[in-house]
């Protein structure tokens, strides 16, 4: 029944009823403040571990940070020393290059060649001697250093016109001519009709 209800009805003085449920109430409150204080109590042990917990992990993950920057700062370590001894080593390889250079490796200019009158020698006239010239046949000397089936494939692939010619006794004659022996070579020419001897 209601403190209140109860002392209307029964004409008991209000004070014997808040003496009477003064002790009812504080005992209530204690036994709610000591379940607060103990429930308090296991939620700050449940906090506690879980932030230990999470401590932990930050601990471990900050650790692999710092591994993995301490790798990667050191990777670029090794990266510049090698770098440097590439560095180091390259001018070396370099001026090995630069400072033996082969002579011979710088090609000349070639000096024209100044073309002989290959029409001097006994059975060449203009037009053969164009061919040879335009072969690569320009002086005397050329012609008696070149290979007679050389000469032969010239005046072949010239026409049927030019197969006719004798190109037996060219280099005899154009190695006399190379030497300036002119009165041996015009004693040999009058021996020859068309680049060929002529039998006695």
């Known amino acids: 029944m209601n403190p209140i209800t109860a002392v209307l009805t029964a ?17 209530g ?3 709610v403040t000591l379940l607060l204080i103990v429930l308090a109590i296991i939620l700050l042990v449940v906090f506690w571990q879980w932030w230990q917990r999470i401590e932990g992990e930050d601990l471990s993950r900050d650790k692999r940070i710092l591994n993995i920057h301490e790798a ?5 370590i090794t990266e510049t020393r090698q770098m440097a001894t590439a560095v180091h080593m390259e001018p070396e390889q370099h001026t090995a290059v630069v400072t033996s ?3 011979t490796a710088v ?4 000096t024209p060649v100044a073309p002989d009158d290959l029409t001097k020698i006994e059975g060449i006239g203009p037009k053969i001697s164009e061919l040879l010239h335009n072969a690569g046949i320009l002086t005397f000397a050329q012609l008696a250093a070149a290979d007679a089936a050389q000469v032969d494939q010239i005046l072949a692939d ?20 190379a030497a300036g022996a002119w009165e041996e070579l015009a004693t040999l020419q009058d021996n020859l009709k068309g680049g060929r001897q002529v039998s006695q």
Do not use: H, K, V, Y
């Open 158 to 177: 010239a026409g049927p016109r030019f197969q006719l010619a004798d190109s037996i006794t060219w280099a005899q004659q154009a190695n006399l001519a």
């Open 107 to 110: 090609p000349e200019p070639a």
């Open 101 to 103: 250079p082969e002579p």
């Open 29 to 31: 409150n204690i036994l």
């Open 72 to 76: 990667n700062a050191a990777a670029p």
């Open 11 to 27: 004409n008991i003085p209000w004070q014997t009823i808040l003496m009477t449920q003064l002790p009812q109430r504080e005992s």
